[in-house]
């Protein structure tokens, strides 16, 4: 519990290595420069250079050798530049981790970690190494990045039975380049740099040989052949000349002249310089293009297949739609700002009681911060992304979470699991105690008994539910992610779960990139079809392709 020494974290600094990823295909500026040469026509241009000045032909001789030089120079700097630039970023990506040394929380470089180091987890921060859990408060994770699961991992600190678990399955484990999105823990760490899962990811990735792009193959083509048609050239040109009694010198010398005629002395510089041109297009997008004819190869694709999290939409929940028996409110405003506001029929509106109270109960069921970046002044959330937007929609109707919680103490709660699909919190108010929960709304639904109306809490029917449950699927075909608020007055946590009253839904949705659908619109243009993986649900999925769908040839969902 103490940590380790800083003695013994020197040892074994030296025995493992700094935390980090290497690069093993990390190549010197020499063997960068040598590859410019391994190309068909650059050898044949050398060739007809060295048969040039033998000859006795220097002008042409030093023609071709600028032309040469001049290809191999520019793919160089275009090539150790790229390689450069890459080293550099793979330098900046060094994160830090709050470690426990000599008894003491200190936050050091990720590079610093070795094996049996005691790290802590909150909620934002990232997991710089495998680690063995031995504390965990609530804590979730997100694996996305590693096992493709979309949805945060719970973790906890029980020993597992078998030895061969697949990653998703490895509960009591948390891994580098996760994400703790939710609660706390401890973790110990078992494995650093090359020897955790990204570390063999990245080592299998980096001994795949590639092959060659369509433009190498064919250049390489048309340099084997024009190099058989200049021997060609060449020993019809003696042969012919020895036949007709000229000098056998004399002739070979002709015949050298007419084979290096066919070779296309300018073709290796264009192609270079076009590719360099891409290169430099790309950059100004910042993209890094680390061989010249990736660009190429780049031009030729014909489909793309792109997630839909972060890629296609912002990877940021917003509240859009507000549900009551009253009315439906729509929320304005993107992002984590907090600002915009509530409308009805598009004309703005002042909150009900009723919305109020649902904005209040969501807010003080969730985790997650809004907190201000002070280098950027922008806002961002701490903890979970869905409960970030339950707290920004609450800061638009006037109810700051830092304020709500002084004002109703949290006293007890029940967290949240993939079994009940539901989180249940109680506070402390002037006349005794109120819980509050929110959740998949179908298991709201089932532990709640009335609901709130304009007319204060009456008894929820069977007609009642179905329509609430009728207004969700509607807007989960919206695109928009449901989550229903209850509450429940003088109670106690052991049965705060029952006879509560229903407040409301809220509907969320991960808005879609503004370049997204300009960039679906250019593809589309250049006959490019592109492809939304997600593990969303289908009708959730849908809808957000439809916002994303350009083509005029789409008449209806179904074609999307």
């Not at 000098?247 to 590719?275: D, N, Q, R």
């Not at 004002?407 to 506070?427: A, D, N, V």
Request: glycine share 8%; aromatic share 4%; charged share 25%.
């Amino acid at each position: 519990p103490e940590g380790m020494a800083d003695i013994e974290v020197a040892r074994r600094l030296a025995r493992y290595g700094p935390n980090e990823q290497e690069a093993l295909d990390r190549v010197s500026p020499w063997a960068v420069l040598l590859g410019q040469f391994k190309k068909v026509l650059i050898i044949i241009l050398l060739i007809a250079t060295a048969v040039s000045a033998f000859v006795g032909h220097g002008v042409e001789a030093i023609a071709i050798a600028v032309i040469v030089l001049f290809a191999v120079v520019l793919g160089f700097v275009q090539e150790y530049r790229a390689e450069r630039a890459i080293e550099a970023l793979r330098r900046m990506a060094a994160p830090t981790v709050m470690a426990v040394r000599d008894g003491q929380e200190v936050r050091i470089p990720a590079r610093e970690l070795v094996p049996g180091d005691l790290i802590v987890l909150h909620a934002g921060d990232k997991v710089a190494a495998d680690a063995r859990l031995i504390e965990s408060v609530n804590l979730q994770v997100e694996e996305a990045a590693l096992t493709g699961e979309s949805v945060a991992v719970a973790k906890n600190t029980e020993p597992l039975d078998g030895e061969d678990l697949a990653l998703g399955d490895r509960s009591n484990m948390v891994f580098a380049g996760t994400i703790a999105t939710y609660g706390r823990g401890r973790a110990l760490v078992v494995e650093t740099a090359m020897n955790t899962q990204f570390g063999r990811i990245a080592t299998m990735l980096q001994t795949v040989e590639s092959g060659e792009t369509p433009l190498q193959q064919n250049l390489d083509k048309v340099g084997r052949v024009l190099a058989l048609a200049a021997l060609v050239v060449v020993a019809a040109i003696v042969a012919m000349g020895v036949l007709r009694g000229q000098p056998w010198l004399e002739m070979f010398i002709f015949g050298i002249a007419l084979a290096v005629a066919v070779v296309p002395e300018a073709l290796p510089a264009v192609v270079t310089i076009s590719l360099a041109i891409g290169v430099q297009r790309m950059a100004k997008r910042n993209a890094l293009v680390r061989r010249l004819p990736a660009v190429e190869t780049l031009g030729s694709t014909s489909v793309i297949c792109s997630d839909k999290t972060g890629t296609l939409t912002r990877d940021e929940m917003n509240a859009r739609k507000l549900y009551t028996t009253e009315r439906t409110l729509t929320v304005s405003g993107s992002g984590y700002e907090p600002e915009g506001e509530l409308s009805l029929d598009g004309a703005a509106v002042e909150p009900s009681l009723q919305e109020t109270e649902l904005l209040r109960a969501a807010a003080l069921v969730s985790d997650a911060h809004l907190v201000r970046d002070e280098a950027d002044g922008g806002w961002h959330i701490k903890g979970d992304p869905t409960e970030g937007a339950l707290i920004v929609a609450a800061a638009k109707a006037g109810l700051q979470k830092d304020d709500l919680d002084l004002q109703f103490p949290r006293i007890g709660e029940i967290p949240f699991t993939s079994e009940t699909k539901r989180m249940t919190t109680l506070h402390s108010v002037e006349n005794g105690q109120v819980a509050y929960a929110k959740g998949a709304p179908e298991t709201i639904l089932d532990s709640c008994s009335r609901q709130w109306a304009e007319q204060g809490e009456v008894a929820l029917g069977d007609a009642d539910r179905e329509a609430i449950l009728e207004t969700v699927q509607q807007m989960a075909g919206e695109a928009l992610r449901v989550l229903a608020v209850a509450t429940k007055a003088d109670t106690q946590l052991e049965d705060a779960e029952r006879d509560m009253t229903f407040l409301g839904l809220v509907g969320m949705i991960d808005p879609p990139r503004p370049e997204a659908k300009a960039a679906i619109e250019r593809c589309e243009q250049a006959g490019i079809r592109v492809v939304m993986i997600t593990g969303d649900h289908p009708l959730t999925a849908q809808s957000v392709a439809c916002l994303l769908y350009t083509s005029d040839a789409a008449d209806d969902a179904s074609s999307v």
